[in-house]
């Protein structure tokens, strides 16, 4: 059991991060803000695959008055993603957002700061604070001279001082960078200085294979150390691939409930029927049923029944078929071409048990 980072309460929308709370899935949407159908349609979308925090880009005021039709059709609570100008922040809490990012040093002088913060307390909206290692402050680096955990928390530091001396505490803070180490070490320190929630990310992760490596060395570390409150696994691909990687990693730490496991062997000469298609195909079933219930596709006999017995479920390969077997023990033969049929079958039935 994962002992969780006792951090401040923080109210987004309908959901609550922070103390007890289970760690929250969020992504970002890449249409076009102002093109509400698209955007709609997306979120909806995301929704539909455990999608429970999402975030917009607020370029301009269209963007920003785009947001009140967009939250009027969405469930889940709404990020306005604002850089550099208050206004946007502005129009965007006028538009029903349930939580502004911005950096408060980066939009003006502090009197543009606290009109900021006076329309957030009024609708009861909270802060993102996103510290990104690529866009410090240049007067930050030249202090430390390179991109660095202290430089990061400085950088916080600046942007958090500027709320708290407006009496505003409802902040969630980020430290991101496409450096695994960096984006560990940051996230560790400001653990110790900060009891605000935290947003996990590594920020331009790239493709998908890259991301979920970086992603998984990180963020693991991360919230095996109980530390994260918010998370998004940032894949330069289509955001539902993001959530799908979210519920996978959340999963292997026992911290998301109704999601599947899928125990899988890599292969090896002893396997005697057609496997690859049958675990890609269990795999993407699997990710339309919500249960705690784990699958095991193994290649043969020998790691079978014996190496997946804690699957509640799999199948064993054999010549041109496949051995059905429930928690460890072999109930039946199924023949190769209807192996996938079949053990959908018999994992519904399961759940509905």
Same mark, same amino acid.
């Given at each position: 059991?994962?002992?969780r980072e006792n951090?401040?309460k ?7 991060i922070g103390g007890e709370n289970k ?5 970002m949407c890449?249409?076009?803000?102002k093109?509400t ?8 979308q995301?929704?539909d695959?455990g999608c429970?925090i999402?975030?917009? *880009?607020?370029?301009?005021l269209e963007?920003?008055?785009?947001l009140?039709k ?11 993603d ?6 946007l922040a502005l ?7 349930d939580?502004?990012?911005l950096n408060?040093g980066n939009?003006?002088g502090?009197e ?5 913060v006076?329309?957030?307390?009024e609708?009861?909206i909270?802060?993102?604070?996103g510290i990104?290692s690529?866009s410090l402050?240049? *007067?930050?680096l030249?202090?430390?001279?390179h991109?660095c955990?202290?430089a !990061?928390i400085?950088?916080?530091q600046?942007?958090?001082?500027i709320?708290?001396e !407006?009496?505003f505490?409802?902040?969630?803070l980020?430290?991101?960078s496409s ?7 940051t996230?560790l320190?400001a653990?110790?200085i900060w009891?605000?929630? !935290?947003?996990l990310g590594?920020?331009?992760a790239?493709t ?6 970086k992603s *998984? ?7 095996r150390?109980?530390?994260?409150d ?7 691909d289509?955001?539902i ?7 996978k990693l ?7 409930a109704n999601?599947?496991d899928?125990i899988?062997?890599?292969?090896c ?7 690859l298609?049958?675990i890609?195909e269990i795999e993407e079933f ?6 705690d219930?784990?699958?095991a596709v193994?290649g043969?006999v020998?790691?079978g029944?014996?190496e ?6 799999g199948?064993?390969?054999g010549?041109?078929?496949g051995?059905?077997f429930?928690?460890g023990?072999v109930v ?6 209807k192996?996938v049929e079949?053990l ?5 039935e399961m759940i509905?048990q």
């Amino acid at each position: 059991m994962i002992n969780r980072e006792n951090t401040r309460k923080v109210k987004i929308g309908n959901i609550t991060i922070g103390g007890e709370n289970k760690v929250v899935i969020q992504s970002m949407c890449n249409t076009l803000t102002k093109d509400t159908a698209a955007t709609i349609k997306q979120i909806k979308q995301l929704e539909d695959v455990g999608c429970q925090i999402i975030r917009c *880009s607020v370029l301009d005021l269209e963007d920003a008055y785009a947001l009140r039709k967009i939250k009027e059709n969405i469930s889940i609570p709404l990020v306005a993603d604002i850089h550099f100008d208050y206004r946007l922040a502005l129009a965007s809490i006028e538009s029903g957002v349930d939580k502004i990012r911005l950096n408060p040093g980066n939009i003006g002088g502090k009197e543009n700061v606290r009109k900021v913060v006076e329309k957030c307390k009024e609708k009861n909206i909270p802060i993102r604070i996103g510290i990104n290692s690529g866009s410090l402050e240049k *007067s930050v680096l030249d202090k430390y001279g390179h991109n660095c955990p202290e430089a !990061m928390i400085q950088s916080a530091q600046r942007h958090v001082d500027i709320l708290e001396e !407006m009496d505003f505490h409802d902040i969630v803070l980020s430290f991101k960078s496409s450096d695994v180490r960096l984006t560990v070490e940051t996230f560790l320190l400001a653990s110790t200085i900060w009891d605000y929630p !935290m947003h996990l990310g590594v920020t331009e992760a790239g493709t998908k294979d890259y991301s979920l490596i970086k992603s *998984s060395a990180a963020l693991g570390e991360l919230l095996r150390k109980g530390i994260g409150d918010t998370i998004r696994i940032s894949i330069s691909d289509n955001p539902i691939v993001e959530i799908k990687a979210c519920k996978k990693l959340l999963k292997a730490y026992d911290l998301i409930a109704n999601v599947p496991d899928l125990i899988g062997c890599p292969t090896c000469g002893r396997t005697m029927y057609d496997m690859l298609p049958i675990i890609n195909e269990i795999e993407e079933f699997l990710e339309t049923v919500q249960a705690d219930i784990k699958v095991a596709v193994m290649g043969c006999v020998v790691n079978g029944p014996g190496e997946a017995k804690d699957a509640d479920i799999g199948i064993a390969g054999g010549i041109k078929e496949g051995l059905l077997f429930k928690k460890g023990q072999v109930v039946r033969k199924i023949p190769q071409e209807k192996i996938v049929e079949e053990l959908k079958k018999e994992i519904l039935e399961m759940i509905k048990q």
